[in-house]
């Protein structure tokens, strides 16, 4: 008998969750014979791929490990003394083990559903607090994308809040000190919405300008000088210019916070607490404001409300003024940001604490103090009179190189520039690299002073001038002194991470959202040192295997999408979108066609497409859906053909966000074309598309993908993401550059992001997801995720309306459950969401696109039981709206109005209820073997808004409560 050695693990079937059997149960549920007959009933067959993708033949895990460690091991680490804003961190044990590396954390989605969400949600009120006291200002968001990024919300921000004698004034002056790849992101961002940027020596500034309406700081700034700024701030308020910071938030431990000087907005990276630098990304920026700013505060912020039991919640807070709802009045595009990298900073100064924190800078202060004073001592003049991290060396050119090769020799990497030499420090650095850096100088440069350098001592004196040192106290809230030993700080996290539901505990069908499977062999590389520890502006040599797995991924990515080429930078869909609007828009400019500014976008879009389209200058034209859902063909018509000459592009979402495959997509693209457009796929939905049909074979000239929805990224509880941009070769001269690193094409638009791939260190998921699967496993998975939701599809269909499917009956890989006929019983989407969260399940999307309906998508990755145990919720939960329609179930008080119902609710002396406990907590028996109880009841979502507190609540109110929650 003949054995096969070949292995037998196939990863997709790891990923794709139903068997065979259970997909031929599903088939005959839905009414179909094979698997092909109901894709075919599905896509468009004109639209369908005429040849496999190309693609490697697919790796099982324990190969692809191998492999990508061998890649990996091309990467070398050097000791980075380059700062700009990435340094090298200790990401304390206990953080990367419980949140980097915890599928309870990273398999969260944002906290929408906030009674299920309170652990993240107060995770992130701890990084808030943190930003906000750190900088001294009255309130921060829940992070941003990156500190360029943020810089450039900064920007828009204040241009958009001018004050009235200030209206036409459109001047923005950023100090040429700021982080290099800050003023380009500021560039980009500038340019389209009319923003005068000008760039230049603090010396040059011209505060009564009249057209002057803000100036950017860095602090310290980019050479590591600590400069004295609150003359200018009043001279600023005198003015009436708005004053914004660009800071490093550990320095703040020390330094005099800008918000004490009076700074308007301060921004920067949580990166150096306790996040990897991770070749550029994944990390936490943070954006912290003045009260007065509070409702122009681009991004989410996290605050603080009651449940209906009258307990302290966490929620969202003003999440109606979120760019969903804004569209195309929106002056941010935020959507995805970084989520898990601001549970993690915020939980390192929990771990750490206001003394730990202080004893950190210290020692980084210390270093460099140490390292300036043994260099001085060499004969170097070290120019920055005042210091935090980074001291700055005067050196001739001839002496730079021989540091440089003898630095390299010895595994080090400093930041080089004209005549000078800067070197930063951070906390994985100690006194041995003082003496390290000490050899290299002496030894390269042959000076005469060759003496030991002298490092016995253990304290010296400070270099910030004594006017910019911290006086105040920060941190003094509980929670920042209490959980500092492991085994507390343990328990917390833990305390925190099972007050939250994520796809450890069941399904979450949030359409839109592809919330599935994230698996553990395509995480187990991000925490990998080759990955983790590379600084993003490190010569490209030490950065080979990256620089491999980037080439392969972006190829695999342009053969998925039918494109030429591939940006990595983007790090969210959002940014994606403006990314690839703003090649277009280069595309146009580059053949004469300024005046192409108009963009057309389907009512049902997504709101980050007209976000997204205002900030790459364009004017928004909306086009109407047909009752099918589909776009209208005939207004689109007018439309096109009405701005025909000013015509720059059409954004659509395929398959639509009403999940239906449009069948006049070709003719859609070409009726754009001819109209001098270019069209713009939102690739959001591309998991229905991979290895069936692509955006290029439909005709569209740019797509973003979410790596963190087909590409399986996991969602971190909203964020991190990636949203790579794939071209047609028309416009790959136009892709994203970077000031430090080549990247993009020849006629590069200046840098979307901060690091020029974007959040690296996440896309060997993607890179993983892809080898795992090969060409097979990618269709098939696309064909499950469809079959997935026809199933539900054909389950719930005699219980609820669909709003919406193909031609021919059948839905994509998402569908619309209609709830609006509900209401004539009082019963709101709303309500139903919460029921939802008895029966252990997270709601599908909640009116989007439709309000009062329900978006659901499974994904392939869910297997047919747990479609069962589902679909037997939603059921169960349509009963209980036929008691409440049939007068058996009060009106007012029924199972769905008081959902959901707490553990201590349920287990109170008191019971007021007009049903049982036990139809409140364990509605079906499933429930019973497995329950999540919410830690919270229903919130008070207007309470929080009128009342709005987003840090930590004073100490005292703990005390009221007695517990730390
Ligand atoms: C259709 C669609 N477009 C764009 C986006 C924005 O992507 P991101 O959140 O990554 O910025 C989303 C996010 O949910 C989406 O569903």
Redesign the pocket.
Known sequence: MKISIASSDKFQERHIAPTNEEIQNMLSEIGVDTVETLIDQTIPKKIRLKRPLQLPDAKSEADFLRDLKKIAGKNKIYKSFIGLGYHDTIVPGVIQRNILENPGWYTAYTPYQAEIAQGRLEALINFQTVVSELTAMDLANASLLDEGTAAGEAMSMLYASRPRSKKAANKFFVDEKVYKQTLEVLHTRAIPVGIDLVIAPLSTLDMADPHLFGVMVQYPNADGEVGDYEELIVNAKDQEVFTAFATDLLSLALLKPPGEMGADVVVGTSQRFGVPMGFGGPHAAFFATRESFKRQIPGRIIGISVDQDGKKAYRMALQTREQHIKREKATSNI??AQVLLAVMAGMYAVYHGPEGLKRIASKVHGLAVLAARELEKLGFKQINKGFFDTIKIEIDEVQKEKVRAFALSKKMNFRYEENHILLTFDEAKNKEDVKAIYEVFSKSTHTLKMTEPSLADMSVETRIPAGLLRKSDFLQHEVFRHFHSEHEMLRYLKRLENKDLSLVHSMISLG??TMKLNATTEMIPVTWPEFSQLHPYAPQDQAAGYYEMFQELRNWLSEITGFADTSLQPN????G?YSGLMVIRAYHHDRGDQHRNIVLIPSSA?G??PASAVMAGMKVVIVPCDDKGNIDFGALKDKAEAHKDHLAALMV?YPS?HGVFEEAIQDICQLIHDCGGQVYM?G??MNAQVGLTSPGMIGADVCHL?L?KTFCIPHGGGGP?M?PICVAEHLVPFLPGNPFVKTGGKSAIPAISAAPFGSASILPISYGYIAMMGEEGLSNATKTAILNTNYIKAKLEPHYPILYTGSRGRAAHEMILDCRGFKEVKIEVEDIAKRLMDYGFHAPTVSFPVAGTLMIEPTESESKTELDRFCAAMIAIREEIREIEEGKADKGSNVLKNAPHTASKVVADKWEFPYSREKAAYPLPFVKENKFWPSVSRIDAAYGDRNLVCSCIPTEAYEEEKVIM
């Open positions: 959507c995805t839109s959202c969210s869909g959002a940014q979108e997504h980050t497409n979402t966000t939102d959001a939905n979410n963190h993401g949203g």
